[in-house]
């Protein structure tokens, strides 16, 4: 979706999280957007006549006019038995607006989904709360914008996660080792690594990864190193040895040849021409 910014229409009602330490109950016929993430313990909801188990990870998605129940504490949701000890916690997010109500029609959303604790949602989650909550400050463009951050990365991670009707369960596969490798490009890790993240042998991970983005799992992570080591050979002044070691390379000698190979330039060539003022 692209907007114009005086097109945007996002309005944060409520945001940030809540910790259960005692039997909590609620039933109501939902008036705003709401999202919830489980981060500890369980709790209850009804979804499509039945009760379903949230459990850390879990995301729940509710639209106006939904029915929204939800239980925590109770060990079995259709009676009142409680459990001697428990503790619950989620993040959740309330709000309205023409963007969220365009977001939520260009797809199907289900009510629930798991996606984990990933922190770059959580992250963008707490920053939200982090502005709402400055009283003289607060200033609601960045709320705005984090906000609808928030909800294209989550359709990013939808997509990661196979939980888009989107894209194929290997196509999402393919996406999860694909930022795997992102998150650890500058370190040294196996083929052997990034397919056991993902459940899948080395081989079925390697010709997989070929097969939807066109190369192989290990030339992406060169093609992501050496582009890490270009934004610090225009904005930093360490010297292209160190570059060459913090962004992944084993040697110097290796570094030089493949930037040159793959740029046609060499590292030194590369500052002189793009070196930033």
Known sequence: MKH?????????LSVGNARHLKPYYSKEKIAHYLVRLQTEGYAHTWIDESYVTVRSGDLLLFQPGDDYELKIGYHNPYTNETLPRFNSMDYYLILTGTWIDQWWKDADRPKKLSLGLDDRLLTVWRQIAQEKRRVHDQIEEISKYLTMTFF?????????????P??????????QMKYFVEQRATEQFTLEQVARHVGLSPS??????????????????IEVRLSIACERIEYSSYTLEHIAEACGFRSYSYFHRT??????????RYRELNRRK
Do not use: W
């Open 4 to 12: 114009e910014p005086e097109q945007v229409d996002v309005n944060v």
């Open 166 to 175: 989107r894209k194929s369960r290997y196509a999402a596969l393919c996406d």
């Open 152 to 164: 294209l990365m989550l359709d990013r991670m939808m997509d990661e996660y196979g939980a888009s």
């Open 259 to 268: 930037f040159r190979s793959k740029l046609g330039v060499s590292p030194s």
């Open 204 to 221: 079925r991970a390697g010709h997989l990864f070929k097969e939807t983005f066109g190369q192989s799992i290990m030339d992406y992570a």
